[in-house]
Nanobody
Framework: QVQLVESGGGLVQPGGSLRLSCAVSGLTSSAALMAWHRQGPGNEREVVAQ??????NYAASVKGRFTISRDNAKNTVYLQMNSLKPEDTGVYYCSAWLTPDRDFWGQGTQVTVSS
């Protein structure tokens, strides 16, 4: 059974940092396209960062502030978020994509950026 469990969300002031973790079980995360998505209040879900092999891509809104990385030994993917802004507020989801019918998601973790 594949499980993705996100952690690390919380309340942070503008300009602050958070590191999200996505612990993966039931598949080898290094074999998958791993991604972080977010859904802000009243917004559609969007991809903020993805990693496959050594290649990472970012949404324009987070480029230079967020970094996606992985620890293959721990089968965990991270999202380091710096210089956080109120518009970064939302539920952050981790996903693992292998094939169109093997696409797995975590339950999400709330990030709130507010003073």
């Amino acid at each position: 059974q594949v499980q993705l469990v996100e952690s690390g969300g919380g309340l942070v002031q503008p300009g602050g940092s958070l590191r999200l973790s996505c612990a993966v079980s039931g598949l080898t995360s290094s074999a998958a396209l791993m991604a972080w998505h977010r859904q802000g209040p009243g917004n559609e879900r969007e991809v903020v960062a993805q990693i496959h092999g050594d290649s990472a891509n970012y949404a324009a809104s987070v480029k230079g502030r967020f970094t996606i990385s992985r620890d293959n030994a721990k089968n965990t993917v991270y999202l380091q978020m710096n210089s956080l802004k109120p518009e970064d507020t939302g539920v952050y989801y981790c996903s693992a994509w292998l094939t169109p019918d093997r696409d797995f998601w975590g339950q999400g973790t709330q990030v709130t950026v507010s003073s």
